[in-house]
């Protein structure tokens, strides 16, 4: 498919205005999130966040996902990184998820301003370093940057009185974990919004509107990309209803958007679809679900959240082998 | 030494018929969690499994290890993973551990069965990936896929109520650690049947004939593994005894089954036994016993058991420079 | 600059007798912690190390660092290493931390010395073992193997009754921090003890004179190295402040020792002074604090003191990419 000519007259203006370029990075920034090289998926997306992020209460959530993904962006070009990864987006993503995610757990003071600055720039340095780390097994650092890095900054928020949680997961150690509510396997009017708020936790919002933009935004690049999305909502929601896990977390959707973005990695991005790969990606979504109740306990007495970690330690295990594991043309 | 006429006779049939492949693969399977690729010594630790199992009063364990490698050994068919390490039953330890491990620690409900199913799954796609990961360093997986496994599924359970934990270590700080007896360094009395118990606890039982079944079958592939899991278990007894640890927890073997590993490891697994191995096999055996407390400690507040951690952990940072320490001649 | 003939005839000595060459090796074992490869820095650092472990009514932990020292020296010759590394003093330095780290938290037993020793020889193992494992990213192993050993050791503690610690943090959760005292950016007559203390801490005391020994223990091999240390000491206690960490943490130096050795690794050891350089060094020191912070809070339910592994984890997230960071002319 050759593309439209709207597109070529946009990468045409990126080439010649500097600053449209670095409009055109900053929105495929958000777009990398879910793994989409795409300036109009990052415009979707970064008005589902705003949308979001207004609706929850948060308005400063949508402002630090900006600031972050421009920061990083800006880094990127300072330090003249190499130019096809800084182009694609690739050294926004982590900045743009940085800044979501520290506004959404700490106070928004004028420090959590220094540290969505100071995270984001540090987020480009270990995009780069983790990249050049993982380079011979060929596997990327997905959104680990994102999640060393938040976790550092939350981490030290307890021990520096500047920077102050607002709903960080109070420490307890996990015999203390109790079941708010529980439900039995349920139906489609409950399944559906369970879906797409999963999709929307991404960034950190809980909203069926924002998981439906950010649907539309996938599609508008990949189809294949926004069906693995729904798979792996549809699967996580499912498999924790089975598992019989805390259902009102289930409807938020806190055990379905690290499957989702396994769904996206395992299912359309580093392999074509076909039986055998859905099958893999089937498998590698349901692992999600344990990895992120496993380590919602190991983290809980140190009070943070697990972010995205349980997608990229799930993927990472599923990709280095998965030459061996996918025959030659599913690749 | 030529191999018995038996033995031809049974590695003809394992060409012929796919099932007693299959037979002899899963028993080759059992055999290699401490190293040995012979069916009959995985037969033997079978007949021994079962019968701790049965004397424990946790009859389940050994069905769920018997599933555990069979379910395994059937993923890696499936994935046509490389014959070699196959047919040597390399991707069914794993399986094998997930199983007895699994149902050591959970509620024998109908959630157990999937688990162990699941996690022997899982298993698979670990070991190769982690083959993948360490083998520009020439070192293997050892049983760190079994641990992570069994770990993630644990920890997961105090999130997913379907899911039951009955006998996890209950969740503490520290600090809140007792000495429940304690013993002046023990006469042979004592000592023998610790020996024997630390090497059942390989397999999470605790049973000085179960541990006695396994050194026969250790011998009958291996003398030399035999004496090394013999000097592993003798030497972190005593190294436990005199650095004062809970001696109802060394009566049982809870500081010995790691060590046992890591001497089979050093010892005779991965260099020819000579004084030298010896004296390094020794270093390394008395650091497990370190790893073990370390980790018991580390891993007290979330409420999960070390399993086979300090063996990995000690064993991989031995090897990676193995060939500096030991001299050509003993590699 | 050539050698004045005093440091010639001393090189000479050390080739021709085993003992002065001993005695030359460890004392630069001493001087590698902030990475200097002079016998007269480490026999300053000796120095400043006794006269800080008297003062602190720690007498023990000034002979645990030289036992440490010389212990691993000993086994890098008794197993033979390479050569450059163990005349530069390369396998020692992790053993002096282990020694001073291990009196400063222990109770001053027999066993302490025994877990000197035994820590000291694992040292030696663990820093080949690293050194191997971060070959391909043209990365050193730092004090990464201190750390490791000494939390092993620190940690099995709480369940080896006969190692008793003295002076563990007492395990909590985070949620329990308070801050004891509180102070605005403060004036020189603080700034300045306080940037020295800091440097003292590296060797975990707390003292201004020692840490005036200290820099000029470093400006003896490297005036860069000594001018890098201070801006890290000097950065870090801003940064805290700043960032309202408990302030009589600060005086102690407890938020500096690890942005010191960041300080003297980025800004000096792996690059070459430039203003780029100095520019990423601050970056990287700030971002110890940091790190300092988290892993304060990570470690508080195991009780254990984070040590150097903020330093660690932070100049390895910053050396891995240092040639993407850094121009050429820089390296």
Redesign the interface.
């Known amino acids: 498919m050759s593309a439209p000519s709207s597109t070529n007259a946009w990468n045409k203006l990126t080439e010649q205005n500097i600053i449209i370029q670095f409009i055109d990075v900053t929105l495929r920034g958000c777009g990398q999130v879910m793994f989409q090289n795409n300036p109009i998926t990052g415009l979707l997306f970064f008005i589902a966040i705003f949308l979001g992020a207004y609706w929850g209460n948060l308005p400063q959530a949508g402002f630090a996902c900006l600031l972050g993904t421009a920061i990083a962006t800006l880094t990127a070009y300072f ?1 003249d ?2 130019k096809v990864s800084l182009r694609a987006g690739l050294y926004g993503y982590n900045g743009c998820l940085v800044g979501i995610g520290l506004a959404t757990f700490l106070n928004p003071s004028f ?1 959590l301003w220094i540290v969505v600055i ?1 995270g984001a ?2 987020s480009v ?2 995009t ?2 983790l990249a ?2 993982l380079k ?2 060929g596997v990327a650092a997905l959104t680990a940057p994102f999640v060393l890095v938040t ?13 102050k949680g607002i709903s960080l997961p ?6 203390q ?1 109790t ?1 708010t509510s ?1 439900q039995a396997l349920p139906y489609l009017n409950i399944l559906i919004p369970d879906i797409f708020r999963g999709i929307s936790e991404v960034f950190l919002l809980s909203s069926m509107t924002v998981g439906i933009i950010f649907v539309i935004g996938l599609a508008f690049n990949s189809i294949a990309a926004a069906l693995y999305a729904i798979l792996g909502s549809f699967v996580s929601v499912l498999a ?1 209803y ?5 259902a009102s977390s289930i409807n938020v959707g806190l055990y379905s958007f690290s499957a989702v973005l396994t769904g996206i990695a395992l299912g359309s991005t580093f392999n074509t679809p076909s039986l055998r790969v859905t099958i893999y990606t089937i ?1 590698g979504i ?2 999600t679900v ?9 983290l ?4 943070i959240p697990s972010l995205t970690m349980p997608f990229v330690l799930a993927t ?3 990709l ?2 998965n030459k ?2 996918m025959s030659k043309d599913n690749q």
Do not use: E, M
Request: charge should be negative; avoid cysteine.
């Open positions: 330090y990184l190499d420090y100071f720039i540090i340095i270990a780069k370093s050049d780390f011979s097994w976790w550092t900054i939350l981490l030290a928020s307890y021990t520096f009185f500047g920077i109070h420490p307890v150690t996990p015999d974990f079941i529980s924790s089975f598992l019989q896990a805390d498998i349901i692992f344990f990895v992120q109740g496993a380590l919602d306990t190991a809980a007495p140190i009070g990472w295990l599923f280095v082998s061996s594991f």
